[in-house]
């Protein structure tokens, strides 16, 4: 049984998408009609009364109460009711792991851009893309890609959006400080200089949230041109042993942060869990690093205590040399191979992604939205295209456009997760602490166990 719903206030006007002035090369995929319009003026929606659906996400307190929100008004629209579950970004995959063994995981889940560690849980979404279920008319070729198996073509989800990995800083502490604003350019060296320069003047590590691994990876990717740590595909390491770039910056990150420059390791471990909750959101740091779809929640908490963020680039290696900085899928929503509500899920998939009214609600929280309809709808609305909104559109622009910036990082190998831990945990913490002597001490020992650690996966994985 189907029943008809109009759609509510819907937007008016139009505006240029912003897909298009991207620099990501992409055109949008022609189709004479769209099979599953969900912003039809006439759509019928399906009557899933007496149905229900499970669903599974991590985020700030922010992104769950416009998810909830997103939720309802599916429930209302199709009588589904939809139950939730919501972690934090470190609980949230030792919840996963234990549902993935139990074979207990929710009918549609948030992954990441480690989707290759647990691609037995994927349902690929091709036949249901195909047959017009989900409706990709308004999303290009290339953002189709960002959440597409490279090997066989299995769509392992529907992006929640573009992002990027950047920071975030306080004009009102650089300025206090007489520090230079970070530039599209800056470097290495810059970031040092401007932290010494503001611990020394506030008293307070300058930064208290890095994300230690991409940092790592994106020296190695800085410092040489078409250089990665893994392979596009995730099947093997593109590093080649050449230790100079990890002991770089592993020595930097450890002066630094020895210095009182960089936050220690126990204030990292009180405020990564939550962007909100970060030190910069107080007037107490001047810099933060995150994803740029995280900027929307940490600009609204910094905002009760009247601070301004702004954002910038990773710094670089050299200055004109390569920025490493890649714009890709900041996660996707994905439907449980063993579900079995599959069909239900694509079409609550469909609406996630192409409905202009949810996401009026979500608003490219989880990064900018895909879909090209979505993006001129919102940038028509001047309530939800705000300052902090525009920034985050005008910088994951700018990012596109920079040379050799892709619209896909890497994939994360299963080996990923468990290299990263050590990297940080056992090496980076290691010679904070005294274990390792040097820099370049502990950048040989992690290359050596990064190694170990990805074989033993091979190895499973060839087993199986």
């Avoid at 990995?165 to 400080?177: L, S």
């Avoid at 800056?186 to 890095?210: H, K, M, Q, S, Y």
């Avoid at 299963?414 to 502990?442: F, H, M, P, R, W």
Wanted: aromatic share 12%.
């Amino acid at each position: 049984m189907m029943r008809k719903i109009s759609r509510r206030d819907f937007l008016r006007g139009s505006a240029a998408a912003l897909a298009g002035t991207m620099a990501f090369g992409a055109t949008v995929m022609a189709e004479e009609s769209a099979a599953n319009d969900v912003n039809a003026e006439d759509y019928a929606w399906p009557d899933y009364s007496g149905e229900t659906l499970s669903f599974m996400w991590w985020g700030s307190d922010t992104r769950h109460e416009i998810t909830i929100e997103v939720i309802e008004m599916y429930k209302e629209l199709t009588g589904l009711d939809i139950e939730y579950e919501y972690y934090d970004g470190t609980n949230y995959w030792t919840v996963f792991q234990a549902k993935m063994a139990s074979n207990s995981l929710t009918d549609v889940f948030q992954m990441g851009n480690n989707w290759t560690t647990y691609y037995d849980t994927v349902q690929p979404l091709n036949s249901y893309i195909e047959d017009g279920t989900i409706d990709t008319s308004a999303i290009s070729d290339t953002m189709l890609s960002t959440t597409t198996n490279p090997e066989n073509g299995d769509v392992t989800g529907i992006s929640n959006g573009t992002n990027t990995r950047c920071f975030a800083y306080n004009p009102a502490i650089f300025d206090e400080c007489g520090v230079a604003y970070p530039t599209e350019t800056w470097t290495w060296d810059d970031f040092a200089a401007a932290c010494r320069t503001i611990t020394e003047v506030t008293g307070n590590p300058a930064i208290t949230t890095l994300e230690y691994q991409t940092v790592v990876f994106t020296v190695v990717t800085q410092w040489k041109e078409g250089y990665n740590f893994y392979s596009m595909d995730g099947s093997e390491f593109d590093f080649d042993g050449d230790l100079e770039p990890l002991v770089y910056i592993i020595d930097l990150l450890d002066t630094l942060m020895k210095e009182g420059c960089i936050g220690d390791w126990g204030i990292y471990n009180e405020v990564s869990s939550n962007i909100e909750s970060d030190w910069i959101a107080y007037g107490d740091a001047a810099m933060c690093m995150l994803s740029s779809n995280q900027f929307s929640a940490l600009s609204t908490a910094a905002a009760e205590s009247g601070i301004e963020l702004e954002l910038a680039t990773i710094p670089r290696v050299y200055s004109d040399g390569q920025s490493g900085m890649v714009v890709r899928s900041s996660q996707q929503l994905t439907i449980y191979s063993g579900s079995e509500k599959k069909d239900i899920a694509a079409n609550f998939l469909n609406f996630w992604v192409n409905s202009i009214e949810a996401n009026k609600i979500l608003n490219c929280e989880r990064g900018v939205s895909i879909n090209s309809d979505v993006l001129t709808a919102l940038q028509a609305d001047e309530e939800l295209t705000d300052e902090t909104t525009a920034k985050i559109y005008a910088f994951i622009d700018m990012v596109g456009g920079f040379e050799n910036a892709a619209n896909s990082s890497p994939a994360e190998p299963a080996a990923n997760e468990e290299i990263c831990d050590v990297l940080k945990e056992e090496y980076l913490q290691g010679l904070y602490s005294g274990k390792y002597s040097s820099a370049e001490e502990t950048a040989e020992a992690f290359w050596e166990e990064a190694q170990e650690i990805f074989a033993t996966y091979q190895d499973t994985e060839d087993a199986e």
